[in-house]
Structures are given as structure tokens and as C-alpha cells.
């Protein structure tokens, strides 16, 4: 069954300096904001289902299968609740979002997320699967440095995080953090001490929850520190965090020069011009800053980019079928996405600035319902095809509406799957648990990762 999910998501938003999904972690625009809940105890949670790890001491040797399920999926049409997700292919989903407030005693959640994550946990503890609540988010980091900013203020958020896990007897909790040291969305309160205070909060949020699974959602580079660079030396994160996940996607977008990979694999082989990140070079720079390999899980995405670009630019000279290699595309028409999309109405984000537009996300079911892909994965008739073997990026083109979609399919899939075996990774997570079509995709790095 094709299973659809709305993307209804805020327009361009810019390339900061530290990136990774701009689009994927937002909260759509439409739905709104509820009371939010307010957790200030500070006893440790008991789970009736799996145990949480005890973070590095003693890491675990299976690897993680893990998505992030969105709570605003449900209010589709029609919805994607986590009755439909594929339970047995993951032995961990993470619920998204909570997010930070003002008050460093709260952490919120809309009123439709808290009658629906009692739904998901008590879902996936009935499959043997981990239930995890990602705090943060791109719109939802606003108040984190804030939160660790102090002890008094870390021992609040210690407290507030564990009572919402207490509350929702959740196995575990993931803090995507966009970005310390940095604005963000473009208001987030920042210092230069954040990755400290992060540590700091971490290491006291450990010692009070030695049965939690403790992760967080990181970009292609280490944390910023004091002096405004990647931080050198990680590995006391490592000591607290069970493992990372590498959100590497969102590398290409509209926000790019040109047409590139959302989710490259490599780009060392690639033009220096090129090279704006990937999976490998995200995990070079992790492990040399001194977190380990087998605590770094690989984020994979189940969506694509769409871009205008025109038939004179799209192919490669002298070929009606082959694309040309990170064409131009016209930056002010921004083509709509897959059903789930939408032309937003113009408004304004949390912080002032103007939103509206489509966000041109394409599902890897997307591009089935849309004609760019058969339903067997294969490129139908018509469609225009390049598959980077540098980037293991696939790019499909329909020359009638002039849109082009750099996406990731079984065959990407699969080569990550082999990197997360070779370079001993801790394993994958996927964005987001309804991208995916009859698991195509989670079947393919799940058999190449060797599960």
C-alpha cells in the first residue's frame, strides 16, 4: 500500500553555517501550537518494554534500525499513524518533536501528541522495539542553550526531559539540537559555551538515567565550540550518548548553486566545488574529533529535492535521455512536491521571517504516484536518468513540467547499507518512517548492512 504524508512545510529557508535538514525536521506550518506539557520530575523512569543502555561503558553490539516518526503524520488525509509503521524493520523509532520553551522547566508537545504518543510507545513495546522521543528539531531548538546554559538550568531540563520520559514510559530520549553555538532557524538563543553546557547537561542527565538510551541528531560536522570551529575533541560526549545520528541530508536543495545530491554517500571523488559533505566525510570528521565509529549512526533519507530546470540545461550535451551532472535551475520557481506538498500561504516563522511556498519534497512514494518511478523502482518510460556513482545519488527528470529530483533509491540504500558494515558504523536512521514504499528502502540497507 502507498502510504502518503504531509509535507506541508515552510518555504527556502538558508544554508547556515553548520547544516542539515532544513526541511526534513520541521514541524508544518499548519498545525498549531497547544498548551504546552510541563514535566519537572526527576525520578528515573521504569519501561515495560526494552531496557535502555548504560551509554558507552558497556555499548551494545547490535546495530541500530532506527526512523523518526512524525506526530503531524497522523492529521493526514489519508493519515499515516504508527499503525502503519513497519514495526519489525526497526529496533528503534524515535517520536518527533517535543520542543524547548522559555521556561526551562517545560518542554513541550502539541495536544495531539500527547494522546498520540501513548499510542506509538505502547505500539512499539508490543514489537520489542525502543520508544524514543526526539527533543528539538529545526523549529523546536529555539531555548536549548538557554536550558544548559547554567547548573540550576541543566538540573531544571535534566528534570523536565525525565519526567516526560517517566510520564510517557519511553526506552529513551534523542536531543536534535539545530545547531549549538549557532542561531538556527534564526533566533535561537546561542552562546559560544553551548557544546560545553551540552556535555555538562548530558553527563548529569546520564548519572540520573543510567536505563535510558541517550542520543542525539548531529550534523555532518562536530559541534561548535568556544572559538566559533568544529570542535576537536568529542569523545567525553561519547561517555553519555549511547550514539549519534549524522543527519546527512539536506546537503543539495534550493538553497544550492546548482542541482546536487540531498544525500551523498562520498564526495571526496567529486570536483572540490562539489564537495559540500557526505557520509563519509561527515565520518572521517566525527571519529577524528574522537567519537567513535560503532557510535555513529548513519542518518538516510527516504525523500528528495525537486528542481526547476530546463530542458536545454537538464540533459548532457548531445543526449535526450542522459542528465547533465549538477545542472543550473531556475531559482525563483520552486516546483510543488508530491501530494503531501502544498503552495503554503505566504506568513512569517517564529522569528520574523517570511514563509510560504511549496517545498518541492518528493517520497521515494512520491515519485511513484507521480510518474517518475514504476512501481517497481525502475525509471518509467519518458523520465530522464543520471546515477552519480560518486555521490550514489540517483536523478530522474520529466521534461514536461521540467522537473528534475535528486532522491536516493534501493540502489543508494543499498551502498549504505555496505559503508555502515565496512566502516563499522552503529547503524542507520531513517527519515521519516512514511517516505518509504511496500519498504523498498529499509529492506536494502537493512540486507547490505547485514540484518
Known amino acids: 500500500m502507498l502510504y502518503q504524508l504531509p509535507l506541508s512545510l515552510l518555504a527556502f529557508l538558508p544554508l547556515l553555517s553548520v547544516r542539515a535538514a532544513p526541511y526534513c525536521t520541521l514541524r508544518p506550518s499548519s498545525v498549531s501550537s497547544s498548551s504546552p506539557s510541563t514535566s519537572t520530575s526527576g525520578s528515573s523512569p521504569t519501561s515495560s518494554g526494552p531496557s535502555g543502555s548504560s551509554g558507552s561503558n558497556s ?20 493519515p499515516f499513524t504508527p499503525d502503519n509503521i513497519t514495526w519489525s524493520k526497526y529496533s528503534t523509532v524515535a517520536y518527533a518533536f517535543a520542543t524547548t520553551t522559555p521556561d526551562v522547566n ?23 522495539v525502543k520508544a524514543v522521543l526526539t527533543i528539538g528539531g529545526w523549529t523546536g531548538s529555539q531555548y536549548f542553550s538557554t536550558a544548559v546554559a547554567t547548573s540550576e538550568n541543566r538540573t531544571a531540563f535534566v528534570n523536565a526531559v525525565l519526567g516526560l520520559a517517566s510520564k510517557y514510559n519511553l526506552d529513551g530520549l534523542d536531543f536534535d539540537w539545530e545547531y549549538p553555538a549557532q542561531t538556527g532557524i534564526g533566533c535561537n538563543t546561542n552562546s559560544p559555551d553551548d557544546a560545553a553546557n551540552f556535555l555538562s547537561f548530558l553527563q548529569a542527565l546520564r548519572a540520573a538515567a543510567s536505563n535510558l538510551t541517550l542520543s542525539a541528531a548531529v550534523g555532518d560536522k562536530p559541534w561548535t565550540g568556544s572559538n566559533g570551529s568544529p570542535s576537536t575533541n568529542v569523545s567525553a560526549f561519547a561517555a553519555s550518548l549511547d550514539y549519534i545520528e549524522v543527519m546527512n541530508y539536506d546537503v543539495w536543495g534550493s538553497w544550492s548553486p546548482t542541482v546536487g545530491p540531498n544525500s551523498p554517500l562520498n564526495d571526496t571523488c567529486a570536483p572540490s566545488a562539489d564537495q559540500q559533505g557526505s557520509a563519509v566525510s561527515a565520518l572521517a570528521a566525527w571519529t577524528a574529533a574522537g567519537f567513535p565509529a560503532n557510535q555513529i549512526v ?12 530546463p530542458q536545454a540545461t537538464a540533459f548532457a550535451s548531445g543526449s535526450t535521455t542522459e542528465l547533465a551532472a549538477y545542472p543550473s535551475f ?10 503531501w506538498d502544498s503552495d503554503a500561504p505566504a506568513g512569517v516563522d517564529q522569528c520574523g521571517a517570511a514563509t510560504g511556498g511549496p517545498s ?21 518510460p519518458g523520465i530522464g536518468y543520471r546515477y552519480d556513482s560518486c555521490s550514489q545519488t540517483p536523478y530522474v527528470y520529466k521534461p514536461s513540467t521540467q522537473v528534475m529530483v535528486s532522491f536516493d533509491n534501493t540502489e543508494s540504500f543499498a551502498a549504505k547499507g555496505s559503508f555502515i558494515k565496512s566502516s563499522g558504523m552503529r547503524g542507520f536512521a531513517m527519515w521519516d518512517s512514511g517516505s518509504d514504499y511496500e519498504n523498498m528502502l529499509i529492506d536494502s540497507i537493512r540486507t547490505a548492512a547485514g540484518l
Open 59 to 78: 555499548p551494545s553490539n547490535d546495530l541500530v534500525a532506527m526512523s523518526w516518526f512524525t506526530g503531524w503524520n497522523a492529521a493526514s488525509n489519508p
Open 298 to 309: 548513519l542518518g538516510v533519507a527516504g525523500y528528495g529535492h525537486s528542481f526547476d530546470v
Open 360 to 380: 518541492g519534497i518528493f517520497n521515494y512514494w512520491g515519485l511513484i504516484e507521480e510518474g517518475f518511478l514504476m512501481d517497481n523502482g525502475t525509471v518509467a
Open 106 to 128: 517545560t518542554v513541550a508537545l502539541e495536544a495531539s501528541d500527547e494522546v498520540l504518543l501513548p499510542q506509538f510507545v505502547d505500539l512499539a513495546h508490543q514489537n520489542n
Open 330 to 339: 531556475e531559482k525563483s520557481d520552486q516546483p510543488l512536491g508530491d501530494s
